[in-house]
Nanobody, 123 residues
């Protein structure tokens, strides 16, 4: 399984950004794909996850409804739409995958990781 995250960049506070996770190397119907982030000096944290087979999702409460996760099954791609960004959202964002149907929030539950993409939200 290979995952490639992209779409990061510099955005002004209040702006939006869509991150992309391109997945390959498996049939993903039995996988969960999650997005995590690691702010500077902090631990990696869960943002959102999606179960590929039925598109069910889970969003971290801490995101306060500002993010949406969805997939394009035909393109084996998962997106993370982020709105109302603020400097606290500055982080390296990672996508990860795990085999199974449960959307887990712990990093050790995921077996495959992309390389990360940097998002910087300026004030």
């Amino acid at each position: 399984v290979q995952l490639q995250a992209s779409g990061g960049g510099l955005v002004q506070a209040g702006g939006s950004l869509r991150l992309t996770c391109a997945a390959s190397g498996a049939t993903f119907n039995s996988y969960v794909v999650g997005w995590f982030r690691r702010p500077p000096g902090k631990e990696r944290e869960f943002i959102a996850g999606i179960y590929w087979r039925d598109g069910s999702t889970s969003i971290a409460d801490s995101m306060n409804g500002r993010v949406t996760i969805f997939r394009d099954a035909a393109k084996s791609t998962v997106f993370l739409q982020m709105n109302s960004l603020n400097p606290a959202d500055t982080a390296v964002y990672y996508c990860a995958a795990r085999l199974g149907s449960s959307i887990r929030e712990e990093i050790y539950d995921y077996d495959y990781w992309g390389q990360g993409t940097l998002v910087t939200a300026s004030s």
